[in-house]
């Protein structure tokens, strides 16, 4: 999404006026339709994300109740003298939560990041320098 | 009788550090906003402390683990589901919230429709939930301190009425922010120490355990998908505790302790984190609790009999002091921030501007803690473990399809969202005075009465959605400015001015 190229750099003098009134971020703050344009592919890009990670819970764990409803004999299944039921539900649930929201968070910042990259570079502020996590 | 002595100065000793703290936060805390917010200089370590601390109550503590024991393995998506209550929080509410800059759920539903009406709406459910979380609380309390020192019941919730009330109008957010982080080590710690000295005591390891409980013929009580509507009622449970986490008015007050909405999330992730190692224990004792006391004690004091169970004399006295102890930690933490956000909404939307807001703040705080003291007695029979559940059910009912449609749908307008609020304020609230006034019939209509939400929260999502839609000339007028607040990053320098917010900044 970043692969636009750099903006040109002109050998004359910057007509600094003009450029300030057409920053993205003074575009979102108009409400204008280029404004609205970068809002919503923010928005989608976060909103995709975390209806991904929501549809990973479901199918992990939100689909052991049925697992043991589809088949019975899990329910009574036993290894190591231990019933795996009690495992898979007691145990097991929880790496899985501690892994979604960890990898969410990276990607979650990520898209902040892209975002910020977008709008920067044409604001001029002195946020647009540094690269990578902060 | 040496045994009460030991649990009087366990609680004791919780209390004196609760009162402390309290104290300690009188002489920081000047400014209102230091009140309300600790004004925001917590890091996201302490405030995923604090957040579990606060969270961790007399049903995680004590009613998770009796349940356990007394209804089996298909309990354990109670505390799985309220770990994973913060993993969709952070997935779709935690920074936005935090960008909104709403303090309580009112300011929010206010902030973004853009109406006092749907201001007050919120408001009202605020109390409901925060009055339904409370009173298990304060119940909890007086059946420790009955069991383990024989005193009358009343005794017990009203102590922690009594150091809740000091505390949150003493020092108000900055200490319980400090009191909090401190809870949940004290809980984990409370938790983890009994339960080794229990687990040595069942000599033999695990599989002896699992299979003297298959000879006494629990085979049942081993088995998840037990009992009639099994797969419904689990479903449900699970839906009830996923959605309903983002809705509790004591849990949305924190986030706006972060800095920004980036330590919002970050923690968020921390708290998963906690919990995750919080909740492993109350199982162990479960299964523990079952191989030693049988099928017969009470689900909300089983946990405090188990030492007696597997020891007796001094051991087995301290051990339960230790555990009282704990409770009280939970009862003390979780109360203190149930009263404070009951304080902040009463202040801000019932009381008006009569008062100066500190005062006002502390009247509050002592009127509301009053109130459902009196509610507590008055109230019979309501389980522990079952009040906070229903509490999850209508804060799923309500608040989530309000922050998750106001948050991520512009087309929300204040007239959708009212009505999904009343609509799914109204059916969960019918299982509410069911379950209150001791109505428990069978069958599906039990079912559906005892784990509403899966089908209340469906119904307000579409009451919302439709009533948005049919009225959708009437959306907030700043709803594009609303959105670009709630998810541009802050490094991105949006005009962020004209929040009506009612804290007052410092």
Redesign the interface.
């Known amino acids: 999404m970043t692969k636009d190229p750099p903006p040109r750099v002109r050998v004359t003098a910057p007509v600094t006026a003009r450029r300030r009134r057409t920053t993205v971020v003074s575009e979102l703050d108009a409400e204008s339709p280029i404004g609205e344009v970068y809002l919503r592919s923010l928005l989608r890009s976060q909103l995709r994300l975390a209806l991904g990670v929501t549809a990973v819970l479901v199918v992990t764990v939100g689909l052991l109740p049925l697992l043991f409803a589809l088949v019975p004999w899990l329910r009574t299944l036993e290894i190591a003298g231990v019933r795996i039921a009690w495992v898979l539900i007691g145990v097991c649930c929880y790496p899985i939560l501690i892994a979604l929201a960890r990898a969410y968070l990276r990607r979650a910042e990520r898209n902040e990041q892209d975002f910020r990259d977008l709008v920067a570079p044409l604001t001029g502020a002195p946020n647009a320098e540094p690269e990578g996590d902060r | 009788m040496s045994g009460a002595a030991w649990a009087l100065l366990a609680v004791g000793a919780v209390v004196a550090l609760t009162l402390a703290v309290g104290v300690f936060g009188l002489r920081v805390s000047r400014t209102t906003s230091d009140f309300y917010v600790a004004s925001r200089t917590v890091t996201p370590m302490v405030n995923a402390a604090a957040i579990s601390g606060e969270y961790l109550s007399a049903a995680s503590f004590l009613g998770v683990a009796g349940l356990i024991l007394a209804r089996g393995?298909d309990v354990?998506?109670y505390?799985?589901g309220w770990?994973?209550g913060?993993?969709?929080l952070?997935?779709?509410v935690a920074?936005p919230l935090r960008r909104s800059r709403a303090y309580t759920l009112p300011d929010f539903a206010e902030f973004r429709l853009e109406s006092s009406l749907a201001r007050g709406v919120a408001s009202g459910l605020v109390v409901i939930i925060a009055a339904l979380y409370l009173i298990p609380q304060f119940r909890g309390a007086g059946l420790t301190l009955h069991l383990v020192t024989g005193a009358p019941t009343w005794v017990g919730s009203g102590l922690v009425a009594a150091v809740v009330v000091i505390g949150v109008a003493a020092g108000g957010m900055r200490s319980i922010t400090l009191g909090q982080a401190v809870q949940y080590w004290v809980k984990l710690v409370a938790l983890a120490v009994p339960l080794a000295f229990l687990a040595i005591s069942a000599r033999g390891g695990?599989?002896t355990v699992?299979?003297s409980l298959d000879r006494v013929g629990d085979?049942a009580w081993?088995?998840?998908?037990q009992g009639p509507y099994a797969?419904y009622l689990?479903?449900s449970l699970?839906l009830a505790t996923f959605l309903g986490t983002m809705g509790l008015p004591h849990v949305v007050v924190r986030f706006y302790t972060n800095r920004d909405g980036?330590a919002a999330?970050?923690t968020?992730?921390n708290v998963?984190?906690l919990l995750?190692l919080f909740?492993?224990l109350p199982?162990a004792y479960g299964?523990l609790g079952r191989h030693l006391t049988g099928a017969a004690t009470s689900p909300d004091t089983a946990l405090l009999s188990m030492p007696g169970a597997a020891f007796g004399g001094t051991l087995a006295d301290l051990l339960t002091a230790v555990l009282a102890a704990g409770a009280f930690a939970a009862f003390l933490s979780t109360s203190s921030g149930l009263v404070l956000s009951l304080a902040g909404v009463l202040s801000q939307d019932v009381m008006g501007r009569r008062l100066a807001p500190v005062a006002s703040f502390r009247v509050a705080a002592v009127g509301g803690a009053l109130i459902t003291l009196a509610l507590t007695w008055l109230s019979t029979g309501l389980a522990v473990a079952h009040a906070v559940e229903l509490a999850f059910a209508v804060s799923a009912s309500t608040f989530c399809p309000l922050l998750l449609l106001g948050i991520?749908w512009r087309g929300l307008t204040a007239a959708g969202a009212i009505a999904g609020l009343v609509t799914g304020g109204l059916t969960s609230g019918v299982a509410v005075v069911c379950a209150m006034a001791g109505y428990t019939p069978t069958g599906l209509i039990g079912a559906l009465l005892s784990q509403p939400a899966m089908v209340t929260v469906p119904l307000t999502f579409a009451v919302m959605i439709g009533v948005s839609l049919a009225t959708s000339a009437t959306v907030p007028t700043h709803v594009?400015?609303t959105?670009?607040r709630l998810?541009?990053?802050e490094?991105?320098?949006?005009?962020r001015s004209g929040f009506r917010t009612r804290v007052p900044e410092s």
């Open positions: 393995v354990l998506w505390p799985v770990t994973a913060y993993l969709i952070l997935l779709f920074a695990s599989s699992w299979h085979a081993l088995e998840p998908l797969l689990t479903y699970i980036a999330r970050r968020t992730v998963v984190i995750s909740y492993l199982p299964v991520w594009i400015r959105m670009i998810h541009t990053p490094s991105v320098a949006v005009d």
